[in-house]
């Protein structure tokens, strides 16, 4: 008796769960593949993640060029910190004799870790006949 009951139970359960088809299988391996990488993604992500402030470095690497009587310097801003920057203000003085005789700022709404942003301030005076100064004057965190 407990022989048929154990052959009626074994039916019943094959009969409950029927064999994957090819496609199943293929879209489980597809689905566990994706899960796989977002996992590995977030966990490399968490592991190399600096906690570090943003540090923030501007360059003008390029030519000064001259279009209509105004002198054109281009510029390059890095954040090479671990977080994001917002509000960056980039000022520019051009000092003469000794003497500012023209400023410029540009406001960069925001630069996250290994970012870069150009931009150009534009003079009425040749630059190269001064002394040129460009920096970042401040930013903000998130």
């Not at 074994?10 to 029927?18: G, I, L, N, V, W």
């Not at 004799?97 to 023209?102: A, C, R």
């Not at 150009?120 to 930013?139: H, K």
């Amino acid at each position: 008796m407990s022989q048929q009951i154990n052959e009626l139970t074994d039916s019943y359960r094959e009969q409950q769960q029927p064999k994957r088809s090819l496609a199943e299988w293929v879209t489980f391996g597809a689905a566990s593949f994706i899960l796989a990488v977002v996992v590995s993604l977030v966990c490399y992500t968490w592991l190399n993640d600096k906690q570090e402030p943003p540090v923030l470095s501007v360059s003008n690497k390029q030519a000064i060029r001259q279009v209509n009587g105004h002198f054109y310097v281009p510029f390059e801003v890095v954040n090479t910190g671990g977080e994001t920057a917002e509000s960056i203000q980039v000022v520019a003085e051009l000092r003469m004799n000794g003497e500012v005789t023209e400023t410029g700022d540009i406001q960069i709404d925001f630069l996250s870790t290994n970012e870069t942003e150009k931009g150009a301030f534009i003079f009425s005076r040749d630059p190269r006949q001064g002394e040129l100064i460009i920096r970042v004057a401040s930013y903000k965190l998130p």
